[in-house]
């Protein structure tokens, strides 16, 4: 299965809160919260937009 584009880190943000395949990739357990904004903000900014979305 291939994933459309992301268009916004509130998008991402609502992907890995629902898609369980996502969120074993980043790491982040069942009972867990998935990242705020402003963390994949920060993690864009410091890999680069590019390599983000190649992820």
Known sequence: ???KGI???RELARIL?????IRRLCL???DENGYPRSVLS???HLVGAEAFRLI
Do not use: A, E, G, Y
Request: charged letters at 40%; hydrophobic letters at 35%.
């Open 1 to 3: 299965m291939r994933m």
């Open 42 to 44: 920060r993690f864009t």
């Open 28 to 30: 982040v357990k069942r």
């Open 17 to 21: 809160n629902v898609d369980q395949r």
């Open 7 to 9: 268009r916004s880190l």
